[in-house]
Nanobody, 126 residues
């Protein structure tokens, strides 16, 4: 079993950047596809980005394409979400999730991921 742990959230101004990190306790995160999701107050948790365990096959939500990138560092057992040009509408709790049976079919489906972190708050002020 793997337990994702997010870090790097905070309060930033619109137009700036922030990098979130996801590491894991228990088994190595390197064995699993990883997804980032976010949940704003009063809204459902939505897909942000996903990366295959081999570091390829990256998917991004349309709302973050061109601004966010996802990458993984196997040596550090970490998956990062680089967020640039942040907007107030990016404000949410960001979650890291791992392990999915059919990555290419279900990468954007939150119910398909087995392991979830506790989340990290990102607040973007205008």
């Amino acid at each position: 079993q793997v337990q994702p742990v997010e870090s790097g959230g905070g309060l930033v101004q619109a137009g700036t950047s922030l990098t979130l990190s996801c590491t894991a306790s228990g088994r190595t995160l390197n064995l699993y596809p990883v997804g980032w999701f976010r949940q704003a107050p009063g809204k459902e948790r939505e897909f942000v980005a996903a990366i295959h365990w081999n570091g390829g096959s990256i998917f991004l939500a349309d709302s973050v394409k061109g601004r966010f990138t996802i990458s993984r560092d196997s040596a550090k057992n970490t998956v990062s979400l680089q967020m640039n040009s942040l907007k107030p509408e990016d404000t949410a709790v960001y979650y890291c999730a791992a392990n999915i049976r059919n990555y290419y079919r279900d990468y954007a489906e939150r119910t398909a991921y087995n392991y979830w972190g506790q989340g990290t708050q990102v607040t973007v002020s205008s």
